[in-house]
């Protein structure tokens, strides 16, 4: 089993940045792929994104080049580097974790951003 908790949301204006943590506990991360979702008010929840166990990346169209996704294995917590925030990236935020062979799959109960001038 994985426990994992956000933190870091909050209220930011637009332009401005945020740093989103998901600490990890119950075992060990390095397995993992760990991913970043968000749900936005009345929408789908959308892969924002991904880092998988070697530290290659992947992320959404909409964030790309504002957002960095990062993991401390050592730590055993992952990170979002928010810049640039617009109102559109107002959403609350999800960690997740996929060991996609072992069939395992974890969540964490969400971090609240909002970016409102």
């Known amino acids: 089993q994985v426990q994992l908790v956000e933190s870091g949301g909050g209220l930011v204006q637009p332009g401005g940045s945020l740093r989103l943590s998901c600490a990890a506990s119950?075992?060990?991360?390095?397995?993992?792929?760990m991913n970043w979702y968000r749900r936005a008010p009345g929408k789908q929840r959308e892969l924002v994104a991904s880092i998988t166990s070697s530290s290659r990346t992947n992320y959404a169209d909409s964030v790309k080049g504002r957002f960095t996704i990062s993991r401390d294995n050592a730590k055993n917590t992952v990170y979002l580097q928010m810049n640039s925030l617009n109102p559109e990236d107002t959403a609350v935020y999800y960690c997740?974790?996929?060991?996609?062979?072992?069939?395992?799959?974890?969540w964490g109960q969400g971090t609240q951003v909002i970016v409102s001038s």
């Open positions: 997740n974790a996929k060991w996609a062979l072992a069939g395992h799959e974890y």
């Open positions: 119950g075992s060990r991360i390095s397995p993992y792929v």
